[in-house]
């Protein structure tokens, strides 16, 4: 098979050449090639399949049924690999319950599924990193309520497997009572804030546990401009420390969650419109290395109710490639060459994958991807249900 006149696009940037595959190989790159079955791909991109590496199930209910419909959601929105959050129910805190969820992944036929797992139990003890990881884990999970003892144990099985930890910051006694960003809004809504300090106070602390293990820590869903300084500042001080920015906090401030909406209730809580315009700029200057849809659905019974007892998270999987493109590239935020890098090359960098490059040789997870198609979005717990969007994935090989 080849793809003639597409765009392709990777790290790398964006050329207009033909792609010959054969057997899901990519096994030549050139101009003028030839072949019995060729796909005109002309205006369209040919760019790698997207990586999520923070995805949750329908209710964060951990079965089959779910893991498949989010698995076929992603492939359709573009995304070609998942990694699913292990704090779920139940959570993947046990030998039983990642083979409970291993036999989940049988017979897939959307995107690739890998499974994190919870570095501790629901009483805050160390779970068995090591047999989980020895199991088939991806990579190991950890919320910063664990006290420091057992933050530093969990820092010493990175240290001596070689895996990235991705760890979520947040302040438990911060975090326990509120539902959305303490500031003005949260006060004119009468609802009760959670401080952007709960999740600043936490990176500077872990960033000094990279140091001093020298290991390396992915930040889950930051949403604080300061915390992506005090990651940034780090990196350039030679610790192994990356930041993941969900696209909902890039384009969405707190203002979102107006008229009690709860599908704007997100954890972290959507930032001020100031920070959120910090965000954009530090996703243009690069100090944002990975991008999520942050993908959390739950059911009408856990959102339609009062936005204090509503769940967290929103939809964000179905049109994933064109909400990126549309809210991100489109409008000039950043480059398509750019984006392959926050959603694919870094994403699986974290994850021990080597994603993102269109080359001889390499396998062809890829899409043709049509970025003046008009899509509207259609999914009633998304933050853009209903919006005008634009890029349509004509084909996806995988």
Known sequence: MVIKNAIVCDVDGEREVDVRIEGGIITEIGSSLADSEVIDAEGLYFMPLLVDTNIRVQDSALNAKNIKAVCDEALRGGIGHIVLNPNGTPAIDNEIVLEFAQNGLHDLRGAKVDLMLNTLKEDAT?????????RGAIAPYMSTIAKNDVAIKIA????MYGVTLFCKAEDNSLISSGVMLEGDISSKLGLAGIPDLSEVLHVSRMIEI???FKIKILFKSIASPRSIYLIDKAKKEGVDVRCEVSIHHLINSDEACKNFNTTAKLNPPLACNDDMKLLQDALTNNQ??????LHQPSSPVNKEVAFYDAAYGCEGLKNAMSLYYTKLVKSNIISMSHLVRVCVKNPSDAIGENCG???VGKRANAMLFDPNKAVTMDEKFSLYDGEKLYGEIKKTFY
């Open 126 to 134: 160390l779970s068995n990193i090591a047999i989980l990881l020895k």
């Open 156 to 159: 010493q099985y990175c240290q």
């Open 210 to 212: 990279a140091r001093h």
């Open 288 to 293: 944002i290395d990975i991008l999520t849809t």
């Open 357 to 359: 490059v269109i080359a």
